[in-house]
Every structure is written in C-alpha cells, then in structure tokens.
C-alpha cells in the first residue's frame, strides 16, 4: 500500500515553514492520540512519521527531491541508491560474505592466507526490548530484568573438561588447529586452510568431556541482570552493556543490547529535550488575561497567560523539561 504525502498527512503546503509545520504536528498529535478518548492510533504513528522527516531539513530536502524513496520508506518504485538493500553499498555497513568458497580462493590468490580465523571466539550478542513510561524515561531508574542465556558451566567453569581430567592433543590435526583440504574450482584444484573440524581450532580436545554441559561449556540458565536507565532516555535509544551477552566456550562473552521503547503519553509529548502540553483556555481569560495551573512532570505550575494572547501561542516553563542525558558508569 503507498504512503501517503507527508505533506498532506500534516494538512500544510510544500512550502510550510518550520514553525507551521511544528504547531501542525502539535494539533495533530493531540486530536489523534490514541490514550484519548476519539484517538487513533495508526494516524497517530503516521502524524508522527511525516513529522519525523518534515522537521529535519536534510530528511526534509530529500523527502522534496526523491519522494518517500529519499528517506528510506519506499514501497516501490526507484530508489535513490541502486544498492539499497544490500547493506549498504553506498560506503557504509557494506559486508558481503561469500560462505567461505571464494573468499579463501582470493585470500591463497592475494596473499591472506589463513588470516581469517573461523573458530568461534565470543559469545551471541543478545538484543531485547524494555519498555518504559514516559515519567520512567524522564527521571530514570534502575530496572532488574530476567534473561535466559547461555552461561558459562558451573561444573567445568567453562573449560569443557570433566573435573579431574585434562586436555589432550586433538588427534585429527595433531595440535595444529587447522586442516588441509583440497577445493576443485573454475581456477582448478586449489588448496585451502581451515580450521579443524574436531578440535574447532583449538589444538587440543578433553580427555573425558564434561558430564553437565557434555563438553559445550555453557549452559541455558536465568540470570538476573540490573540496568541503569538515565534520566532524559528517548524512544528508540540503544542501551550496550558489554559483556553481559551469552557466554562461549574459549571465548569471551557477548554483549546485552537493550532497546528502548517509550509509551506515550496522554497529555505530554516530547521534541528533544522540550515537554510539549496544550491548554485550554476561555476566549475572554486569553483577552483580558487569567493565571492558570499547568500539569507538568514535576507536579502542578502556576503560569500567567497574558492579556491579548492569541490561541496556538507558545509559552516556556523553565527547568520543566527533559535532563540532559549523560552517560553514567
């Protein structure tokens, strides 16, 4: 199904300035949004889509020139990179892999030799998502979460080895870890080093495997981890705590990846480090000016509405907004 204009989903003309297009979001978000009565979620998600690219003049700029295929939600039709969805090989993320046939070809060929090591040396990154409310991003906490992982073996400590017993040197490759075999290809009949299939690179196997993991090292247990979330996190932030991914045996462990997903919120929206709320006032307090009281994330504000003010006018209340993030060990 196609997109519809970004433009048109924000109800303003292709030449809306800034400022329109932003008091145009604000309407918009508040009328849909779906914890309120009348709201509806997928328009919402879609005011917030066009909005995403219509405030940043560079998504801006390419919306304008290339359509929905500038900024990456073509459905269809031509891209502005003919490699889109190859990894990107406009010079960034490339990473093709040829499964071990031609890339140790051209490796003999150009000098590589048995450079790249195949054997398994760290342990499976672990991705997951957390879910916040939107006071729990603002003001941070510390938040406790059971994974099931792969742990290092509490009987063999992750050395495979039944207690007891030792390694030995791996009798299919006598110690040297790696195994000749010969390729037939297009070049003919080609040489190639690879790691040992038995020892998996190693050079030695258990005298007797362990009897708990059955010489894998690892074991599939809970684990309860703590994670420090800081105050002023937004949605859709990445969360690295090194090491805390799934163990390996002879390796290091991986890294726990936690994604953050923030819930929206009935009366605030967020841009940055701005806390956004509309109020309502009557056409005769905004006249002859009123004082109202103003909800904010710290508690009910006391806030002048000045004589003459005209309805969509913008007022700032200092220190009510979001932390500055920082990096906390």
Do not use: W
Not at 33 to 56: R, S, T
Not at 208 to 231: D, F, L
Not at 293 to 314: I, L, Y
């Amino acid at each position: 199904m196609s997109k519809r204009d970004y433009y048109e989903v924000l109800g303003v003309s292709k030449s809306a300035s800034a400022d329109e297009i932003k008091k145009a979001f604000r309407r918009l978000a508040v009328q849909h949004h779906p914890d309120k009565e009348g709201g509806n979620e997928e328009k919402f998600k879609e005011i917030n889509e066009a909005y995403d690219v219509l405030k940043d003049a560079q998504k801006r700029q390419r919306y304008d020139q290339f359509g929905h295929a500038g900024v990456g939600g073509a459905s269809g039709g031509g891209s502005g990179n003919p490699f889109e969805g190859f990894g990107g090989f406009n010079g960034q993320n490339a990473n093709f892999d040829f499964g071990g046939g031609f890339g140790d070809i051209f490796d003999q060929f150009f000098g590589g030799g048995n450079s790249r090591q195949r054997g398994p040396k760290r342990g499976r990154d672990i991705e997951v998502q957390l879910q916040l409310t939107f006071e729990e991003a603002i003001f941070g906490l510390e938040h406790e979460m059971s994974l099931d992982m792969e742990d290092s073996c509490e009987h063999c400590k992750g050395s495979t080895v039944e207690p007891g017993y030792d390694l030995k040197t791996c009798s299919t490759c006598h110690g040297a870890g790696q195994q000749t075999r010969v390729m037939n290809t297009m070049f003919g009949a080609i040489q190639q080093t690879v790691p040992c299939e038995t020892c998996h690179g190693a050079g030695k196997i258990p005298e007797k495997e362990c009897s708990v993991c059955h010489g894998k090292g690892t074991q599939r247990k809970k684990q309860s981890i703590k994670v420090k979330i800081p105050a002023g996190i937004d949605d859709g932030a990445t969360i690295r705590l090194a090491g805390r991914g799934e163990a390996i045996a002879g390796g290091e462990k991986g890294d726990l990846y936690i994604g953050i997903r923030v819930k929206a919120h009935k009366h605030f929206t967020r841009e940055g480090d701005i806390i956004l709320s509309e109020e309502h006032v009557s056409m005769v307090d905004a006249a002859l000016g009123t004082e109202i009281v103003v909800d904010t994330v710290d508690g009910e504000v006391r806030m002048k509405v000045p004589a003459g003010t005209q309805s969509g006018t913008d007022f700032k209340l200092s220190n009510h907004g979001v932390p500055h993030l920082r990096n906390e060990d």
